[in-house]
């Protein structure tokens, strides 16, 4: 017996495999876009209510890396001892642009004594920041205001936390207050904007677009 090949069957298959493909991408594409777009509104909503602390080494290497954190260390005392309580976001920048000197001499106060002489530069700019999730907080990549500073050449990978509303400067390494809630965040933020920022990583804006809109 011959075999027959039924072309029309095989091509009407085809048809309907491609025509489900195409359905997924597009249906994709759309929830990619406005996933994207939900998730750009949420990073610059927040970008509006708070100021980073941003510290760059000046290269990759362990001793570079180390003298970062030095200088991080020395910073946080500074400004731990020095910032004026209850100061509101464009105090509290105006106060750190004002005492970008000081900051400077305590950075590299600490470097010489490593005995570095590297030279330090502090700014308040605007700095790209990728994704970060810490302590159940999120912050989306995008633009944020921040105290930066340099360390040398600043080609390292960097020391970040949240300056504004001062968060932890106890430990110098988290981004919530020493006993462990959100207040101080949560207090500069709207409830929807709280809402975001302490979605559960795994779900990021995933989860904001679905239970949030």
Same mark, same amino acid.
């Given at each position: 017996?011959?075999?027959?090949?039924?072309?029309?069957? +095989?091509? @009407?298959?085809? &048809?309907?495999?491609?025509?489900? *493909?195409?359905? #997924?991408?597009?249906?994709?594409? &759309?929830?990619?876009?406005?996933? %994207?777009?939900?998730?750009?509104?949420? /990073? /610059?909503? =927040? $970008?509006?209510? &708070?100021?980073?602390?941003? #510290?760059?080494?000046?290269?990759?290497?362990?001793?570079? /890396?180390?003298?970062?954190?030095?200088?991080?260390?020395?910073?946080?005392? +500074?400004?731990?001892?020095?910032?004026?309580?209850?100061?509101?976001?464009?105090?509290?920048?105006?106060?750190?642009?004002?005492?970008?000197?000081? =900051?400077?001499? %305590? !950075?590299?106060?600490? *470097?010489?004594? $490593? !005995?570095?002489?590297?030279?330090? @530069?502090?700014?308040?700019?605007?700095?790209?920041?990728?994704?970060?999730?810490?302590?159940?907080?999120?912050?989306?990549?995008? @633009?944020?205001?921040?105290?930066?500073?340099? =360390?040398?050449?600043?080609?390292?990978?960097?020391?970040?936390? #949240?300056? +504004?509303?001062?968060?932890?400067? !106890?430990?110098?390494?988290?981004?919530?207050?020493?006993? !462990?809630?959100?207040?101080? =965040?949560?207090?500069?933020?709207?409830?929807?904007?709280?809402?975001? #920022?302490?979605?559960?990583?795994?779900?990021? &804006?995933?989860?904001?677009?679905?239970?949030?809109?």
């Amino acid at each position: 017996m011959g075999f027959t090949y039924n072309t029309d069957r +095989y091509k @009407n298959q085809t &048809i309907f495999i491609l025509s489900v *493909l195409l359905a #997924v991408m597009v249906t994709g594409g &759309i929830f990619w876009r406005t996933e %994207a777009a939900a998730e750009a509104g949420m /990073q /610059q909503e =927040i $970008a509006g209510e &708070i100021l980073r602390f941003h #510290v760059i080494a000046d290269s990759d290497s362990e001793e570079d /890396q180390k003298l970062k954190l030095e200088v991080r260390d020395a910073v946080t005392d +500074y400004l731990s001892r020095e910032l004026p309580e209850d100061l509101s976001l464009e105090e509290t920048e105006s106060w750190v642009r004002e005492h970008t000197d000081e =900051i400077e001499d %305590a !950075g590299e106060s600490a *470097l010489a004594e $490593a !005995g570095s002489d590297d030279p330090v @530069n502090a700014a308040v700019t605007t700095c790209w920041f990728s994704d970060r999730t810490y302590d159940g907080l999120f912050f989306p990549a995008g @633009n944020y205001r921040a105290l930066r500073v340099e =360390i040398g050449e600043a080609r390292g990978h960097n020391w970040w936390c #949240v300056l +504004y509303p001062g968060l932890s400067f !106890g430990d110098a390494v988290n981004v919530v207050d020493p006993d !462990g809630n959100h207040e101080k =965040i949560k207090n500069v933020l709207t409830e929807e904007e709280y809402s975001k #920022v302490t979605a559960v990583s795994d779900f990021k &804006i995933s989860w904001y677009f679905w239970e949030g809109k």
